[in-house]
């Protein structure tokens, strides 16, 4: 028997009992669409985690501080560069790693290291009117390290050139603004920040211990003989450039880099040392005297790796080092392992639909071999090939299984729908969401077709074996 004949008579048998044969496809309907949808939160669950991760600092990204290396000290030998960076503390007999531009070269000739970005940080004051931002921090980045932020400009242009010095505003930046008098924050009671960087005139102080020294001048001052007669002279106020502001993100604005200021490494360098000159600049590390070193040295160095299954050798190589090396792939890992628990115990749930689907469709088979009795009975004295009336019995269990794959698998894209517009219209930070990937969409589809071949396998298998004599006596 031809293929298409028996795709005809397997398609002919089941529609000519439609009711019974409507009802079985609604059970693998509602068994595919409880399986995909289970799973699809799951996905979406995970992916809204990982796009968060990577907001928070990248998948491929290790953060890298000083750490203490021991007075021995520590070398790395790479690609022929030999490099120690250990220098002396002032509160500290032990030797400290220190980020300088040596261990930027170190740290970029690694294996599998695509770029190793350096970032100088340092807290400021910002005055406008009678409000302040009395830490305000900002971050001195190459080039290439403020491109590779993806920040989203609003107003302006990211601050690339080193000539001179340009302020970079995240988004969140002119809400941190209050009145110190009264400590009222007007953004968060108005909606409204105080200040718009790109039209108004902040001053920028840049010495922050000398700014609070000066406000408690007459309590009780360094300088003085502890009665609080001693006074502090403000320190001197500048007036930077702006060169652009982020993007604000809709209803929710928050982003990683909201509450950053950003700027030219060289150029934030050489305005430190104009400022300070031969004086301790805030945050760098001084000698045992008290007195600064000649070079800066970087707060953090982001070092960017070419692949996220190479991201925690790099970082045990950097840490064995003596480095502080820190990156999202534990939490990535942790949240990855969480998520498919998840997924594995939300599919199980919605198996159990299926399973008696399964049921249903084993059940309609049965009953279809019980009223067909006879004319399986005919078939066999005309001669037909019992294999034959297997694949047909198996065939039309898997016209069920595809049909109700389908439909279920289209249900499950409405559902998927509804749930992430109702999470959207809600406003929840919740990451409750509902992903379907392809791969999901084929996979569902042809579980549900083997779902209704091995129910239908031993209903076609009685069929096979039926008696030609007793079939055709049967009544």
């Known amino acids: 028997m031809r293929i298409l004949d028996l795709l005809r008579m397997s398609s002919s048998s089941l529609w000519k009992r439609k009711f019974r044969t409507v009802l079985t496809i609604l059970g693998v309907v509602i068994g595919t669409a409880s399986i995909v949808v289970m799973v699809s939160l799951g996905l979406g669950l995970?992916?809204?985690?990982?796009?968060?991760i990577e907001q928070y600092g990248g998948l491929t990204t290790i953060e890298v501080r000083e750490g203490n290396g021991g007075s021995g000290g520590v070398s790395y030998m790479g690609g022929g560069l030999v490099i120690s960076s250990v220098t002396g503390t002032?509160?500290?007999?032990d030797k400290v790693l220190r980020l300088d531009d040596a261990t930027v070269d170190m740290l970029g000739s690694m294996e599998h290291v695509e770029s190793a970005s350096p970032v100088l940080q340092i807290n400021i004051v910002a005055k406008y009117a009678q409000y302040v931002n009395d830490y305000m921090t900002v971050m001195g980045m190459t080039p290439e390290g403020l491109e590779s932020l993806n920040i989203n400009v609003g107003e302006g242009h990211l601050p690339l050139d080193s000539k001179e010095l340009e302020f970079f505003?995240?988004?969140?930046?002119?809400?941190?603004?209050?009145?110190?008098?009264?400590?009222?924050?007007?953004?968060y009671?108005?909606?409204?920040?105080?200040?718009?960087?790109?039209?108004?005139?902040?001053?920028y102080i840049f010495d922050q211990n000398a700014y609070f020294s000066s406000q408690n001048s007459g309590q009780n001052t360094p300088g003085g003989d502890g009665s609080g007669s001693g006074t502090t002279q403000p320190p001197k106020k500048y007036l930077i450039k702006t060169a652009g502001v982020e993007k604000a993100n809709g209803e929710n604005e928050w982003s990683s880099n909201g509450y950053y200021v950003y700027c030219n490494l060289d150029a934030l360098k050489d305005m430190l040392k104009r400022i300070f000159?031969?004086?301790?600049?805030?945050?760098?590390?001084?000698t045992s005297s008290g007195k600064p070193y000649k070079d800066l040295y970087y707060s953090v160095i982001k070092v960017n790796v070419d692949d996220i299954d190479h991201v925690l050798e790099?970082?045990?190589?950097?840490?064995?080092?003596?480095?502080?090396?820190?990156?999202?792939?534990?939490?990535?890992?942790?949240?990855?392992?969480q998520y498919a628990n998840i997924q594995a115990m939300l599919g199980g749930i919605g198996a159990v639909s299926l399973l008696v689907a399964a049921i249903g469709i084993t059940n309609t088979m049965m009953m279809s071999i019980y009223e067909r009795t006879?004319?399986?009975?005919?078939?066999?004295?005309?001669g037909c090939d019992m294999r034959n009336i297997q694949v047909m019995f198996l065939v039309e269990a898997a016209y069920i299984g595809f049909i109700g794959g389908v439909v279920g698998l289209l249900l499950s894209y409405g559902i998927s729908a509804i749930i992430n517009k109702a999470v959207a219209a809600s406003g929840s930070m919740s990451n409750l969401s509902s992903y379907i990937p392809f791969w999901l969409a084929a996979a569902a589809v042809v579980f549900a077709v083997i779902i209704g071949?091995?129910?239908g396998f031993f209903p076609s298998r009685r069929a096979m074996k039926l008696s030609p004599l007793a079939a055709i006596r049967n009544e």
Do not use: C, H
């Open 46 to 52: 995970n992916r809204a985690t990982m796009e968060q």
């Open 90 to 93: 002032s509160d500290s007999k």
């Open 169 to 187: 505003f995240g988004n969140q930046v002119a809400s941190e603004f209050y009145n110190p008098k009264t400590y009222d924050y007007p953004y």
């Open 189 to 203: 009671t108005t909606g409204e920040p105080v200040v718009d960087f790109t039209k108004d005139s902040v001053f």
């Open 277 to 286: 000159r031969n004086k301790a600049i805030p945050g760098q590390p001084t």
């Open 314 to 337: 790099v970082q045990e190589q950097i840490q064995a080092l003596g480095y502080d090396a820190s990156s999202n792939i534990e939490w990535v890992k942790s949240t990855q392992q």
């Open 374 to 382: 006879k004319e399986i009975g005919v078939m066999k004295v005309l």
């Open 453 to 455: 071949m091995v129910a």
